[in-house]
């Protein structure tokens, strides 16, 4: 069983940053894939961004390319998301997501990111 807590969402101006993370429990963390996806109100939950088990290789869709970032620190069992030139269309919920076997079969609570026009 993997445990996912996401935090750093809240709310910023257009243009702004945030810097989200993950933290998740147990030892098998480098062995995990991991990525973040979203959902905004009445749409369905989309993909964002995944990164490799050693962070090696990294995907991201074609809406946020260039301004996040994904990383991940496998001494801290962390995945981030770094978000740069937020735009009102980047507001959702943010979830991170495990895949110890290829499907993203652990997901987190999420946190809400909110971007002011």
């Known amino acids: 069983q993997v445990q996912l807590v996401e935090s750093g969402g809240g709310l910023v101006q257009a243009g702004g940053s945030l810097r989200l993370s993950c933290a998740a429990s147990?030892?098998?963390?480098?062995?995990?894939?991991m990525g973040w996806f979203r959902q905004a109100p009445g749409k369905e939950r989309e993909f964002v961004a995944a990164?490799?088990?050693?962070?090696?290789?990294?995907t991201y869709a074609d809406s946020v390319k260039g301004r996040f970032t994904i990383s991940r620190d496998n001494a801290k069992n962390t995945v981030y998301l770094q978000m740069h030139s937020l735009k009102p269309e980047d507001t959702a919920v943010y979830y991170c997501?495990?895949?110890?076997?290829?499907?993203?079969?652990?997901w987190g609570q999420g946190t809400q990111v909110t971007v002011s026009s």
């Open positions: 990164i490799s088990q050693i962070g090696d290789a990294t």
């Open positions: 997501a495990a895949a110890p076997s290829g499907v993203y079969n652990f």
């Open positions: 147990g030892r098998a963390f480098a062995s995990y894939g």
